[in-house]
């Protein structure tokens, strides 16, 4: 790290839960979006966004995914909104072994929000006629810093659920056989 | 690699209890697409008319649409196929929400249950992991009660639910299955699902939807959406406020109910109250909505807020659209706040809001005329209101009368007898319909509620103006961007009509150009149905999104097989015509294309007849409406023609109509 200031755009996606109509094209378009080919597939399962709806109670909260984290927190909380109790894991972004959340389903590897490199806007707020997600960009002034890269985030992922040391060998075993 | 469909169908056997995952053939898909087109096909092959609506033979087929699961706005809808208890023809009556997709994501086309459970069972349907699971302290739960303890007790609150209530299970012949925000209401398929023991179908998927050209399939869905997007701001003028506007009719939105209150009739689809929406009519209802509403709500991948949470005093939850919002409250001669009250309940029992509040203006009826005493009713109160609740309790359990009543107002007024026959007025194919009664003959309705097997006018009408615009400027107006017409020329038919004179009803539009127009309508709804598309963004709509222009890119790009509009015309009336044949093989004929008898007050006999002749041969139908042997081998269709000659219903001297086939009589 250089600890050099530098000019950075900041990407903020308002969330209004009063306009989210539960719809989940925010979740189908992601998907889309990062499959691979890019659109040739759909499985909201793999939406680095995710409405988490309860109906029956009036509650829809659309969370994006945000870091992975090796363990769930201690304590969870509470918290009522318009009468309305939330669970304190509603508004969370973490990939998190407490749920389902924010994990491919075939590898449980974790799934983070890129906001859709590349394009002009990310394509869930795109694809929100209900204006429940709406883009703002700001610049500022930050310390760059090295972004932890998506390779590195895996692994840690696959170390914590394995253990460094069966990573260590199975990663051994791999290139053996490749070279083989 | 299949594209767009999963290519296996989930086979349940509740008799034995064996579950089968079954490989589809393409071919299948090419020539009736999937959804309504593909579930037609396995009735036909599976389900011979002699198989009645409660025997373990019949079928219960939940089919998602062919592109269901794929980023198609607004294509998220279920199609529920069987033999219907009331009509005793093929059902198929359809929902949205988000159980389709999420049935494509755990792998399947279509869940066929055959057989019966000996006990009140559930499906857990979990990506690969498929259970028959007992649900016997489900009985006599609600629809949204039950899908919530099921979500509970399997810790799968992302799992989507179907389910029946105790209507259902009590085989109720208008009963539906619920979906939380939508349900399949249509022909009494919930009795069909209570009838084999199924309390509910448990679905949560977490696999891919193919699509086969990834690029070119996303620029028509973005185009889609673009348009959806300017339709919102560009309202089409000079139509009723619901035609207006995409979507499903906006009755959760909307406020002014004086065109519905006013137009459609009230009680036993009998009274027109002309001057009923006073401003405080107005007021009242008003208040009635916005203190229920909590929330405009939406199905799987669609942008349309069609739906409602309400909540009403002391009542839970529970989720609303269109029109059942009105059809309790003008059969009680009510108001809003009763009607919202009384769905809530009737809604977790699993009800029809068509025919449902129209069987009970139909007993209060038939009591006020003394054809029902007091020894039918017992104890039925004096408050008008709550007399509508006792008669709910009475049919949803078949207590008494109520196990007539339950078998909706055709078969409830033949075991009535004593003249009750003349109160069942408002049924077509012996189901109650919307409460309209209006003056004269219009030539498209006719056509429509006739031919319609759909049972359901605003699933049959759609693309046309409903009535001429007084004034050519506008007429030249609205077709200036008028690209969905598939030929031009109904832009001339629209231009050319008129309010009076020479180009005005019944005579104008002519015979030909009415057939045209419906056969375009009807067309795109079963385009819709089989590639489960919602009525709302498409074929309900003047000018919608979808239109016969880009469908067949959508199948192209999205199923991967090579579409255009030819063929896919072609397929649609392969499909549309295989509907027709399984009801001719039940006995169906031309006499059963009729609309309530009372429903316009000025008829026209020798033009019906004229266009129910032309119409017909323009599908490729006889006289009697049975599909020619010409017809069935143009469209591949040669083993119904073979079948119609086994069983007599064709004869070889071509057509002849031959005595009606013996199944399915009453």
């Not at chain 1, 539960?22 to 659109?39: D, L, M, N, Q, T």
């Not at chain 2, 996303?218 to 506007?245: A, T």
């Not at chain 2, 001297?653 to 399915?664: H, Q, V």
Request: proline residues 5%; charged residues 30%.
């Amino acid at each position: 790290m250089t600890g050099e200031k530098e000019k950075k755009v900041v990407k903020t996606i308002r969330i209004d839960i009063d306009k989210c109509n539960g719809c989940r094209a925010c979740e189908v378009i992601c998907s889309a979006f990062h499959a691979e080919p890019k659109y040739s597939s759909n499985n909201p399962a793999r939406a680095r966004i995710r409405v988490i709806r309860e109906p029956y109670k009036d509650q829809y909260v659309p969370v994006y995914a945000g870091d992975y984290t090796p363990a769930e927190c201690a304590g969870r909380d509470k918290y009522t909104i318009d009468g309305k109790e939330y669970d304190e894991c509603a508004f969370c972004r973490a990939s998190c072994p407490s749920r389902d959340e924010f994990k491919e389903p075939d590898s449980g590897l974790p799934l983070k929000c890129d906001m859709c490199e590349g394009e002009d806007e990310p394509l869930c707020v795109k694809w929100c006629l209900s204006d429940a997600l709406v883009l703002e960009q700001r610049e500022e002034e930050v310390a760059e810093e090295e972004e932890q890269e998506e390779l590195e985030v895996g692994l840690e992922s696959l170390a914590d659920k394995y253990g460094l040391d069966k990573l260590k060998d199975t990663l051994a075993r791999m290139s053996k056989s490749k070279k083989g | 690699m299949r594209y767009a469909e999963t290519g296996v169908n989930l086979e349940i056997d509740l008799t034995r209890g064996n579950i089968e995952r079954v490989q589809t053939d393409p071919k299948d898909t090419e020539l009736y697409l999937g959804g309504l087109g593909t579930n037609a096909k396995i009735l036909w092959d599976r389900v011979p008319p002699e198989v009645e609506a409660f025997s373990p033979e019949n079928l219960l087929i939940f089919g998602a649409g062919l592109l269901c699961g794929t980023q198609a706005t607004g294509c998220n809808r279920t199609i529920v196929t069987t033999i219907s208890p009331q009509t005793k023809l093929m059902a198929f009556s359809m929902m949205g929400g988000f159980w389709a997709p999420e049935l494509k994501y755990a792998g399947y086309d279509k869940v066929i249950l055959r057989g019966k459970s000996p006990n009140l069972v559930y499906l857990w349907i979990h990506n690969d992991k498929v259970e028959i699971r007992d649900a016997s302290h489900l009985q006599g739960k609600g629809s949204n009660e039950t899908a919530q303890i099921i979500r509970q007790e399997l810790n799968q609150p992302k799992a989507q639910v179907v389910s029946i209530g105790l209507a259902g299970e009590n085989r109720v012949y208008y009963a539906s299955i619920e979906q939380g925000r939508s349900s399949a209401s249509r022909g009494g398929i919930g009795a069909v699902m209570g009838d084999k023991n199924v309390k509910a179908i448990v679905v949560r998927g977490t696999g891919d939807i193919n699509v086969a050209h990834p690029v070119e399939y996303l620029e028509q869905c973005n185009e889609v959406l673009e348009y959806i997007k300017w339709r919102e701001d560009n309202p089409i003028p000079g139509v009723i406020p619901i035609l207006s506007v995409l979507g499903s009719p906006q009755e959760m939105a909307i406020h002014d109910e004086k065109w519905h209150t006013e137009n459609f009739v009230w009680g036993n689809a009998r009274v027109r109250r002309r001057d009923f929406w006073t401003e405080e009519v107005a007021k009242d209802w008003h208040d009635t909505l916005e203190s229920a509403r909590t929330r405009m709500i939406s199905c799987h991948n669609c942008p349309m807020k069609c739906g409602a949470t309400l909540t009403l005093p002391g009542l839970p939850t529970y989720m609303m659209k269109c029109f059942s919002k009105l059809t309790y409250t003008m059969a009680a001669f009510s108001n809003l706040q009763f009607g919202l009250t009384i769905a809530q309940k009737a809604t977790e029992y699993g009800l029809d809001g068509y025919s449902t509040p129209q069987v009970m203006a139909f007993a209060l009826e038939l009591y006020e005329n003394g054809i029902l005493t007091d020894d039918d009713l017992p104890g039925l109160p004096e408050d008008n209101e709550e007399r509508f609740f006792y008669l709910l309790d009475l049919i949803v359990n078949r207590q008494g009368i109520g196990d007539q009543l339950a078998n909706g107002t055709y078969w409830a007024a033949k075991e009535i007898g004593n003249g009750a026959e003349e109160y069942a007025h408002n049924c077509i194919k012996k189901h109650e319909q919307l409460p309209l009664k209006l003056g004269m003959l219009n030539p498209i309705y006719f056509l429509m509620y006739c031919t319609g097997e759909k049972m359901n006018v605003t699933q049959i009408e759609g693309q046309f103006p409903q009535a001429p615009f007084p004034k050519r400027e506008h007429r030249e107006k609205f077709v200036k961007d008028w690209f969905q017409v598939p030929h031009d020329k109904f832009k001339q038919y629209f231009l050319d009509w008129e309010l009076r004179g020479e180009n005005s009803m019944p005579y104008y539009p002519t015979v030909e150009m009415t057939c045209d127009i419906v056969d375009w309508m009807e067309r795109m709804h079963y385009i819709d149905d089989a590639l489960g598309i919602c009525a709302g963004v498409s074929s309900f709509h003047l000018k919608p999104p979808y239109h016969i222009h880009n469908f067949p890119k959508f199948i192209t790009y999205g199923a991967g097989i090579e579409m255009d509009e030819a063929k896919l015309t072609k397929a649609t009336k392969r499909y549309r015509t295989l509907v027709r044949a399984i009801n001719i093989r039940r006995g169906m004929r031309r006499k059963d294309d009729a609309p309530p008898a009372d429903h316009w007050k000025k008829r026209f006999p020798e033009l019906e007849a004229e266009l129910l002749d032309t119409y017909y041969e323009m599908k490729g139908w006889n006289k009697e409406g049975i599909p020619t042997l010409a017809s069935l081998y143009d469209l591949g269709l040669d083993y119904v023609g073979e079948d119609f000659l086994e069983r007599g219903i064709l004869t070889n001297g071509e057509d002849a109509p031959a005595e009606e086939a013996p199944a399915g009589k009453e």
